[in-house]
């Protein structure tokens, strides 16, 4: 599903970071702020979404953030600051890059960075950066069940040839003493040549964007 594609992008770039100790999402209410351990935090909030085609465009804020830990704030809070930065940087700068994306799950546009400092009970210094994050959809009008539109699918299957509604399947049964090949055609056009296994029955999956 696209929702966690979104989440495990978003979750691999920051721990490749090696910045953050802990990464969270959600609700921020539903962190437990007062342990120490889990800094430094990173919390992932999708505020929104939205479809645009084949596109689906999510409005993410992601807080990078550490703990003073009752030091004096001009001691420590120029390095949280900075390493925080860096983190959300380095996530913005790989995700902006489509060849190191491969599956299309891309920062689009330019983020809006907002600094904080003695944010939450515990004193938390951080940056917090809201972005568009932009993906292919994985639900195709032909998924969904309504098939108008979508193209008729014919499978030649030895002397017999049958009929499959777009978005669905065809199970080739096995039996057969040699390679048994299936033609697939899209309104009478062949698209595809299949040469299976005859031993083992095989399901081919037809669902078109």
Same mark, same amino acid.
């Given at each position: 599903?696209?929702y966690? $594609?979104?989440?495990?992008?978003?979750?691999?770039?920051?721990?490749a970071? /090696?910045?953050?100790?802990?990464?969270t999402?959600?609700?921020?209410?539903?962190v437990?702020?007062? $342990?120490?351990?889990v %800094?430094?935090l990173?919390?992932? +909030?999708?505020?929104?979404?939205?479809? *645009?085609? $084949?596109?689906q465009r %999510? /409005? +993410?804020?992601?807080?990078?953030?550490?703990?003073?830990?009752?030091?004096? $704030?001009?001691?420590v809070?120029?390095s949280?600051?900075?390493?925080?930065?860096?983190a959300?940087n380095?996530?913005?700068?790989?995700?902006?890059?489509g060849?190191?994306?491969?599956?299309?799950?891309?920062?689009?546009?330019?983020?809006?960075? *907002?600094? %904080?400092?003695?944010?939450f *009970?515990?004193?938390?210094?951080?940056w917090?950066?809201? %972005?568009?994050?932009?993906?292919?959809?994985?639900m195709?009008?032909?998924?969904?069940?309504f098939t108008s539109?979508?193209p008729n699918v014919t499978?030649?299957d030895?002397?017999t040839q049958?009929?499959?509604l777009?978005?669905?399947?065809?199970?080739?049964?096995?039996?057969?003493v *040699?390679?048994?090949?299936? +033609?697939?055609?899209?309104?009478?056009?062949? +698209?595809d040549?299949?040469?299976l296994?005859?031993?083992v029955?095989q399901?081919?999956?037809f669902?078109?964007?």
């Open positions: 599903m696209s966690y $594609k979104l989440l495990d992008t978003l979750r691999s770039q920051l721990n970071t /090696n910045l953050i100790n802990t990464i999402d959600g609700m921020i209410s539903d437990d702020l007062s $342990k120490q351990t %800094f430094p990173a919390h992932i +909030v999708v505020n929104q979404a939205t479809i *645009e085609g $084949k596109i %999510f /409005n +993410v804020t992601i807080l990078a953030m550490d703990i003073l830990d009752g030091k004096e $704030k001009y001691d809070e120029p949280i600051m900075s390493a925080m930065l860096q959300l380095r996530v913005y700068e790989v995700m902006t890059r060849d190191l994306n491969p599956d299309y799950v891309m920062i689009d546009g330019a983020p809006t960075l *907002e600094p %904080f400092t003695d944010r *009970e515990n004193k938390l210094a951080g917090a950066m809201t %972005f568009d994050v932009i993906m292919m959809s994985e195709t009008v032909c998924d969904t069940g539109g979508c499978v030649t030895g002397a049958v009929q499959v777009a978005g669905g399947t065809y199970t080739c049964s096995g039996g057969a *040699e390679d048994v090949t299936y +033609v697939v055609q899209i309104d009478g056009v062949t +698209v040549t299949l040469t296994d005859p031993t029955n399901t081919i999956n669902a078109w964007t």
